[in-house]
């Protein structure tokens, strides 16, 4: 199979034939549609892909996992996100011309993400924080496997996790204790975890290119660690970023105001001077401590972070994969050109504003509303019309309603999306620099072919759980038999009659 005749939707349709039960599945989100019941989304994903052409790589970024909780056993989100990674991973549909694959994700466990309000539904049942850490273990290691054991790919891969203050012993053990059933792929010969980073090995090229020699050029940790938006990684590296020796932690100076004094004062150069001298320069002054800090003292600092010691076990989680891509680029064909299937930047921007500001999925009855609205809206943009207005909210400010897309404060009924803090110090600023790149044109065909599609499922149910199993799985311990008991009958002592 090669990335020129099978597109992603395929691909994760194609991933959903086994699941067992009978269904029928849609794709542009993942709905469940029995026959004649109205549809609703169960599934949501957001990722990011970024190839760097320097060093032949790409970086698959998980930001955000949800379900609704409105599907019917079992779920077919595992099924999805697997899809999803390996469909990157494997060389034969990578989509993008890049030798080297690096996945990174941070779990959290959050009761939800990408759907306002799921959290109020009953049957919605997150995983507990140390649950979700072997599930994206277990998720990863399937991906791997299936990867290693392609014919003709002579993959080098690589994995490795860190679960912030928790030793490998201690981490080990509780992902053996989280896990009810064991894994598949502990019983193949595919690749091993390691518990650490990736960023002292060489077997895998690193995303970013090396400083160059000449002139000379000191590393630092933005030359081996990614930054991500909403990541814990990235904001740990702003704030080593500001370290200095004497002052620790500090914001950038404030501007003084002009005035009349200063503009004609003559010791304005020398406030600049010795600006410069508390800050070490400006090269100082922008990497701080980044160039001081190593890859494992960056780790071990990781573990006081507040993000993980909040009472909850966090991972972070990281697969690479070399092996050479399919996926060449046509001689005279820009790498940036729009792939087919692509959407523009404000149509996605738009769809995840709609979803995030003005549907909510506490209930079943909102939850197949909001899937019409967003359906709808979806394949509004694609054919270039305004998206489905969504249903009124008793906010107090009527001329919201009129927006195209809901802003943020039209919806104060709503929950608030759990979102890691903002990096400290920095601002949003809106991007209003025009885009050098050509723009993806999206049209109806382009929704047809590539965004939406659906696949019908008939396969035999999942066996009824064993009492066992149903217990190891609620309380997160491995299954297993059932000790013999045997119960010793008290004999009661006659009384005396008289």
């Known amino acids: 199979m090669s990335s020129s005749s099978t597109n992603l939707r395929d691909y994760l349709l194609n991933g959903l034939r086994d699941i067992p039960g009978t269904r029928e599945f849609h794709i542009h989100v993942l709905s469940r549609l029995p026959p004649d019941a109205p549809r609703v989304f169960t599934t949501a994903i957001e990722a990011s892909v970024y190839t760097i052409p320097t060093t032949s790589c790409a970086i698959f970024y998980v930001s955000k996992v949800d379900s609704t909780g409105q599907s019917t056993s079992p779920s077919p989100t595992s099924t999805l996100v697997r899809s999803l990674l390996t469909y990157y991973a494997d060389p034969a549909t990578r989509p993008v011309s890049a030798d080297h694959l690096w996945i990174h994700l941070f779990a959290r466990a959050q009761s939800q993400y990408l759907f306002p309000n799921s959290a109020d539904y009953s049957g919605k049942h997150p995983l507990s924080d140390v649950k979700l850490c072997a599930w994206w273990k277990r998720v990863l290691s399937e991906v791997a496997d299936a990867v290693s054991a392609r014919a003709n790919t002579n993959a080098v891969i690589r994995l490795y996790y860190v679960l912030p203050g928790l030793g490998r012993l201690e981490a080990e053990h509780s992902m053996r204790r989280a896990t009810a059933v064991p894994s598949t792929s502990d019983a193949t010969t595919g690749p091993s975890w390691i518990y650490g980073h990736p960023y002292s090995q060489t077997e895998i090229p690193l995303p970013c290119p090396a400083p160059t020699p000449d002139p000379p050029h000191k590393t630092n940790l933005g030359h081996f660690i990614p930054s991500f938006d909403d990541d814990p990684k990235s904001?740990?590296?702003?704030e080593i970023g500001c370290i200095s020796d004497a002052d620790g932690i500090r914001s950038p100076p404030r501007k003084r105001a002009r005035t009349a004094a200063h503009d004609n004062a003559a010791d304005v150069p020398k406030e600049a001077a010795a600006e410069k001298g508390r800050q070490g320069g400006k090269e100082e002054r922008i990497l701080g401590e980044l160039g001081k800090v190593s890859a494992d003292e960056f780790w071990e600092r990781m573990s006081f972070r507040q993000e993980c010691v909040a009472g909850a076990v966090t991972g972070f989680f990281i697969a690479g994969i070399s092996c050479a891509s399919s996926s060449r680029s046509v001689s005279g064909i820009s790498p940036l050109a729009p792939l087919p299937g692509q959407v523009s930047c404000q149509l996605n921007k738009r769809v995840l504003s709609s979803l995030m500001t003005s549907l909510e999925f506490s209930t079943v009855d909102r939850s197949i509303k909001a899937t019409e609205t967003l359906e709808?809206?979806?394949?509004?943009?694609?054919?270039?019309?305004?998206p489905i207005p969504a249903l009124p909210r008793t906010t107090g400010n009527t001329r919201d309603f009129d927006r195209?897309?809901?802003e943020p404060e039209a919806s104060s009924a709503l929950l608030a999306p759990p979102s890691t803090p903002p990096r400290r110090g920095k601002a949003y600023i809106p991007d209003v620099s025009p885009n050098p790149f050509p723009e993806p044109v999206t049209s109806l065909e382009t929704y047809h072919s590539h965004?939406?599609?659906?696949?019908?499922?008939?396969?035999?149910?999942?066996?009824?759980k064993t009492r066992s199993e149903a217990g190891a799985e609620k309380t997160g311990a491995p299954t297993e038999p059932a000790p013999h008991v045997t119960v010793l009958a008290v004999r009661k002592k006659k009384k005396r009659t008289e």
């Open 235 to 238: 904001r740990f590296m702003d």
């Open 376 to 386: 709808g809206a979806i394949r509004g943009l694609c054919e270039g019309l305004a």
């Open 404 to 406: 195209r897309t809901p």
């Open 451 to 464: 965004i939406y599609g659906s696949i019908c499922v008939s396969n035999p149910p999942l066996p009824p």
